[in-house]
């Protein structure tokens, strides 16, 4: 069946829409299977991936309700709200938030979405050894089944679990020290971090935050029920711009 279009020819709503079905459709179907070939968690991730990529790329790009698309007004708003405004959305709470750098500022629902969604589209390996990595992996509940899902972010470190080299210039190249220090200031007035700077240390010069040093990192927790929910609370904010668009035609076929 082929995709509904939105009045600029769009069919991102359409698919976010799907996206939502199929889950509960496979949830439907998936009745009476064993619980060790039952895979829903495997699909909301993967639903969920395809809705965070064009979620986060609005979000970018809209950042007041007012100056939003018809019908993802809603979705700018929500993305700008705090943790600790009720009602809880996307089925995810402050508590999710396992780890994140000291900010002056509270974490919105931005925040976690930008997170979540760089993990799934950035994975390295999730492993104890050297810096948190961009990734995500899960955890496991004492039946042996998925019980959540652990992202994490940390853009200043590769694969390798290092800092990137961005962030260790030579103690002999100045200019690349002075990008480094235009970086960190960019980066502290974005995230509402103070006192971040760069220092001279055994190591050479790094990131430092209140004389310590310093990485960005923030790490969510969603159990499966909480991504599910958060797949099709996602779903209804992405697919709203279409049933407007249902709406008025209806309206207008009716005069």
Request: proline share 7%.
């Amino acid at each position: 069946m082929e995709y509904e279009r939105t009045e600029d020819a769009q069919i991102q709503a359409d698919l976010a829409g799907r996206a939502g079905q199929i889950l509960l459709q496979y949830e439907r179907c998936n009745e009476g299977h064993p619980p060790n070939q039952q895979y829903e968690a495997t699909l909301a991730i993967a639903l969920l991936q395809t809705m965070l990529t064009q979620c986060q790329e609005l979000l970018k790009k809209y950042r007041k309700p007012g100056k939003a698309p018809l019908g993802l007004e809603e979705l700018v708003a929500m993305a700008n709200r705090g943790f600790d405004e009720p009602p809880p959305l996307l089925g995810l709470t402050q508590a999710c938030i396992l780890e994140r750098w000291a900010s002056e500022k509270p974490a919105v629902y931005r925040d976690l979405i930008e997170c979540i969604r760089n993990a799934l589209s950035h994975p390295h390996p999730q492993t104890c050894e050297g810096l948190p990595r961009t990734g995500y992996t899960t955890q496991m509940g004492s039946s042996g089944s998925i019980e959540a899902f652990v992202f994490t972010q940390s853009p200043w470190v590769g694969p390798s679990g290092e800092l990137l080299p961005k962030y260790r210039p030579s103690r002999n190249d100045k200019k690349k020290q002075e990008e480094v220090v235009a970086d960190l200031e960019k980066w502290a007035k974005n995230a509402n971090v103070t006192n971040l700077s760069l220092v001279d240390t055994k190591d050479g010069y790094r990131p430092s935050w209140n004389g310590k040093p310093f990485v960005p990192v923030m790490r969510v927790r969603l159990d499966v029920a909480q991504l599910r929910l958060f797949v099709l609370a996602l779903s209804d904010y992405l697919s709203e711009p279409l049933r407007q668009q249902v709406a008025q035609s209806e309206q207008i076929s009716s005069v």
